[in-house]
Structures are given as structure tokens and as C-alpha cells.
């Protein structure tokens, strides 16, 4: 099959997700060609079968905001026509779906039949989607998908609660390589964070409010008066200032540590006793299965979809969005029993394993399957 995938290109959930997908997909024989504005930060090393196609911003001395829909759109047609793409996968309705349905109207009056999917991943429906500037077009547009995909349960309904569509959504988790969360021995980094043998609490995000990250530093604030630890906070973002200024009023910046972004996050997360994810909303919470995956228990709000992930009393524990009192507590009980924290440890990962990456290219490959073969029904007039 020859697949064209559109999405962010940046670290953020629906990139990674999408990037890792067609890589997955091209190791199993498909031809992948990535449309974004940037390289996919994943994309980094060559892989046979994957191809990448840069979509330039047009820049005009009258333009305050580039026709970013347009051009992509335009490329997408393009690409559709010069490789002859069987499907578009588009991640993250905003404003992908849109640009995908200009693209196959466009290539419909050429007298081809494009199917589109849109996957959506959370704050494309929760946030940015249903904002009252944008919704009737990203309603229109996904509803016009030839196939549409969520990625947690909870997502699937609350798209149906906030747009008026009446297309079959299909629920395909997000995955995990866990080739890429092999436990190693990451001691050194152990050494040189937590020089005396602390245990480590770690949060990873985009640092944005959705995340409530001042919640992350109060549950640490309350846990490091009773267990000796340090706090990691990887990402950047708009929050990162009011966060630093936090952790200063809290008196807790001794203990914390803002490492910004970083490519590895596996082998920080590898060193972690207790993976902290406070967000008001979450469709899924890779981050936090990216976690269990290194056997790292998860402390989280009951927000959105991490429940499917994070099994409360097993996987970690789950708590109501903004009780930090709940969480420090719950952080404590785990830390200070290590019997329970080796179960939970154990439990984390053996759950991250119902979610490896091989079980869900199959999910999107029969996927793919009927949405072409509806396709293949539709009669094209020009
Ligand atoms: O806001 C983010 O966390 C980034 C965002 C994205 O699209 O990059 O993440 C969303 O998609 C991820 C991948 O499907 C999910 O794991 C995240 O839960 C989701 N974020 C939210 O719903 C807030």
C-alpha cells in the first residue's frame, strides 16, 4: 500500500505517534511518504521506504498568517498524483482533515478517488476543535473522512458529545516499540541525579495549563517532607517560567531539576521510581505509557482517557483532577513500600505490553483495508 501521512512534526503526542506508525508500517512492506513543514523529529536516520515531502509556507508582504491549509493541501494533491498514494492519514483534525478534504475534492475532479482517515488525538477535539472559530469546519470535515479513528475510548465520546456527526468512529490505542524501553543499566545517570540514593519522581509534557504542572510540583512538595527525592521535569512550553517561579515559592528548587527537552527520554524515564501526569485533560497519556513501558509506576489525574492506560491499584493509582493531596499520599504509600512498588513496577510494564506496536499496525492495516475497499465501491464522475 502507498500511504500518506500528514501531522505535526513537532514532540508533541500525535507527531510521535504518527511518525512512529509509518515507520512501523514501511518495516512491514508499505510505502510511507510523510507531508508536514518539517522533518518529524522521529524521522531523524533513513529508513527503506520512507519518503518525506517538505510543505513550504507561502510568504507575502500582504499576508499576516500564511495560507498554511492551502499550501498543504496543494502538496498533498501533488504527491497524490506524482506517487500514486492509495490513502491519506491525516493526525490531528486541526486543520489536517480540513486541508485533506480540499485535497480530494480537488483531486476528485481529476477523476481520482483519494480515501482520507483522520486520527484524532485529544486537544484537536477537546481544546483547539470546538472553539467556536473553527468548529463548523472541523465538524464538517471529519465528518466527510472516509474513516475516523481516536485514540482512546474516552475521546471517541466526547467527540460525539461536542460535534453533531454521525460517522462510525473505530478506537485504536496508541502503541509502544518496547524494543525502545528494554530495562538497561542507566545507574550512572542514577548516580549523577540522585547522588544520594533519592528516589526520583519524573513528569514529561509540553509544559503547557492543560498539564497542571503546578500540581506535579505540589505532590512533590508534600512527598519530599517525608521521602528523600528529586524531582525531573522534561519538556518546555509556554509554563515553564510560572513552574520555575513555583518551585521557588515552594521552596522545593534544591530538589528540582528542569532538564528541557530531551531526544532520549527512555533512558531518563529508565532511572524513575514514579511517573507524575497531572493533567486536567488527557484523551490517552502516551507519556505515561511510555512510562510503564521502563516499568515506571504512573500517579495521574482521572482525566480523559488515562484510565484506559493507567490501571488504579495495579499500574499506579488514580486520582481526582487537582486532589495533589491524594497523589502525594498515594506517591508516598508506593515509595516507601518497595515490595508494593516491585509489583507495581512489574505490573506497569506487563500492562504497557497490551499495547506493543505490532499488535496495533495490524489494527490500522485492516483498517486501511475497509476504508479502501468502501472506497473501491464509490463510482468517480468527472
Ligand atoms: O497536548 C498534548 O499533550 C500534545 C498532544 C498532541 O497532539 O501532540 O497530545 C495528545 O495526543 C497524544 C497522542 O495521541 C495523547 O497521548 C495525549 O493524551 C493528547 N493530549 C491531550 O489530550 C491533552
New binding site residues.
Partial sequence: MKIGIVC?P????????ATELGKGLARRGHDVHFITYRMPVRLSTFQERVYYHEVTPLDYALFDFSPYESTLASKMVNVVLKEGLDLLHV??AVPHTTAAYLAKKILLAKGIYIPIVT?L????I??VGIDESIAPVIEFCIQKSDGVTS??ED?RANTYDHFDIECDIKVIP?FIDMSRFEPDDKDHFKKLLAPAGEKILIHV??F?K??RIQDVIKVFQIVQQQVPSKLLLIGDGPERGPMERIAEELGVTEHTRFLGKQDAIEELMAIADLFLLT?E???????A?EAMACGVPVISSN????SEVNVHGQTGYLSEIGDYEDMAQNSIALLTDEERLLQFRESARQRAQEFELSKILGMYESYYDQVLDKASQITVRT
Fill in positions: 505535526y513537532t514532540y508533541g503526542g500525535s507527531g510521535v505517534v493526525h490531528y486520527t488525538h485529544g486537544t484537536d477537546t481544546l485514540v482512546s475521546l496508541n509534557s509540553n503547557r492543560v498539564k493533567s485533560k488527557e484523551s490517552f497519556g502516551l507519556v505509557l482525566a480523559g482517557g488515562i
